[in-house]
């Protein structure tokens, strides 16, 4: 009896050795499961949150970066969009009509644009005649076209100054709009004249009057219309800079992402490792004097 009790209990030691195992490998393919860094890496590196979301759905920054996502990416559309709006905006005022029948030239009636590079050619042509200076000759580049560059050298340079409208009004024409050719003022620098500005040849312009500072502390080398639309190109440029800065922040929400991926993997595998010091087994128990099998679990600390 003894030698078949032992038996028994021998038989069911063995079997239920092996079905804890089973179980207990169950349980811990339930709870934990050991995940790539690696993987991890790439997925945030692509989408932030997703390496997170792949270790485990209840990770916070598995949401926290997406939506730290959605919001740069919306800045810098959002600004992109703006600065896209201001630099259309800069080049109307710069090659756009001027609204208005008062703004019609007074000779023609042409309709008077606030830069205009006809005006720009007849007062270049004049200064190089008038200067006597072969260096003015290869001076003068302004694009023949609206192009990028051609919106920035009459903004950039003080050369291309004579083609807005009010510099031409009041340097280069009389009371009643007539050409009468700017009175130039020049220097000899040893090589030469060297143009340093001009005196006003129509003090009498709505543009000059009321602005004589302006226009007498420049040496005539100034134009409030060239400076409102400086402004607005600096407008536009502020705005596309803004845009890049949250370019930059979406490289970055990748990278943080990426590094915290790798960071949730190790905390996750750690735990995975410090798991296997569960034990579940079947034993021997001692129960009023007899011995029973019994359900033990132990865990290392």
């Known amino acids: 009896m003894k030698i078949t009790l032992m038996l028994l209990i021998g038989f069911v030691l063995i079997f239920s050795s092996l079905i804890a195992q089973d179980l207990n490998d169950d349980i811990l393919n339930l ?3 050991k995940k790539s860094p690696q993987k991890a890496a790439i997925l945030s590196a692509l989408l932030p949150g997703a390496g997170q979301f792949y270790i485990s759905p209840g990770n916070i920054t598995a949401y926290l970066f997406p939506l730290i996502e959605v919001g740069l990416l919306y800045g810098m559309f959002h600004y992109n969009s703006q600065g896209q709006d201001q630099e259309k905006a800069y080049e109307f005022y710069a090659t756009g009509e001027i609204i208005g029948f008062e703004n019609n030239d007074p000779v023609n009636g042409e309709p008077i644009f606030r830069y205009d590079r006809d005006k720009f050619c007849f007062a270049r042509d004049d200064l190089i005649l008038s200067a ?17 560059h051609f919106y920035e050298d009459i903004g950039k340079y003080n050369k291309y100054i004579f083609g807005w409208a009010d510099w031409f009004e009041i340097y280069s024409t009389d009371a009643s709009g007539n050409w009468i050719g700017p009175d ?14 001009n005196n006003p040849a129509n003090p009498g312009s709505d543009y000059y009057l009321g602005n004589e500072e302006l226009y ?34 979406l490289v970055f929400n990748h990278l943080t992402a990426a590094l915290d991926a790798v ?12 798991s296997q010091d569960l034990r579940i087994n079947f034993g021997p128990v001692y129960i009023n004097n007899e011995i029973c099998p019994a359900l033990l679990i132990t865990r290392r600390f």
């Open 132 to 148: 006597q200076n072969h260096f003015y000759d290869n001076h003068f580049n302004l694009d023949d076209t609206n192009t990028q």
């Open 216 to 249: 007498d502390a420049a040496l005539g080398r100034y134009s409030t219309m060239r400076a409102d639309y400086i402004k607005m190109r600096q407008k536009a440029e502020d705005m596309y800079d803004k845009s890049h800065y949250f370019s930059f922040g």
């Open 184 to 197: 130039w003022r020049f220097i000899d620098d040893g090589q030469g004249n060297k143009w340093v500005g």
């Open 31 to 33: 709870t934990y499961e």
């Open 263 to 274: 960071r949730v993997t190790r905390k996750h595998n750690a735990a995975y490792f410090s």
